[in-house]
Nanobody
Framework: VQLQASGGGLVQAGGSLRLSCAAS????????MGWFRQAPTKEREFVAA????????AYADSVKGRFTISRDNAKNTVYLQMNSLKPEDTAVYYC?????????????????WGQGTQVTVSS
């Protein structure tokens, strides 16, 4: 599986962005998908995850109520809608795929990673 993240950019605090992650391969619909982010000098951290069916989701406490993860298996794409953005959301955002459909929060649970897309939130 190859993953291509897009949709990042520069936005003012309080604004919104929608990230997309397009996947290649016929098995996308069987994988759980996750979004992680990494700010300069910090470790990569969990943001959100979704099961293969979309019926189960998980969020980091820092983004609950502001971010929404969703997927369209017909388009082999997972999305991250980010609202009410804050300067502390600034990071490179990565999408990842888990073959075992665990909806995990740890980077070690994911088998495939995209290249990342930069999100910068100005105050």
């Amino acid at each position: 599986v190859q993953l291509q993240a897009s949709g990042g950019g520069l936005v003012q605090a309080g604004g919104s962005l929608r990230l997309s992650c397009a996947a290649s391969g016929r098995t996308f619909s069987t994988y759980a998908m996750g979004w992680f982010r990494q700010a300069p000098t910090k470790e990569r951290e969990f943001v959100a995850a979704i099961s293969w069916s979309g019926g189960s989701t998980a969020y980091a406490d820092s983004v609950k109520g502001r971010f929404t993860i969703s997927r369209d298996n017909a388009k082999n794409t997972v999305y991250l809608q980010m609202n009410s953005l804050k300067p502390e959301d600034t990071a490179v955002y990565y999408c990842a795929a888990d073959r075992v459909n665990r909806v995990g929060t740890m980077t070690s649970k994911y088998d495939y990673w995209g290249q990342g897309t930069q999100v910068t939130v100005s105050s």
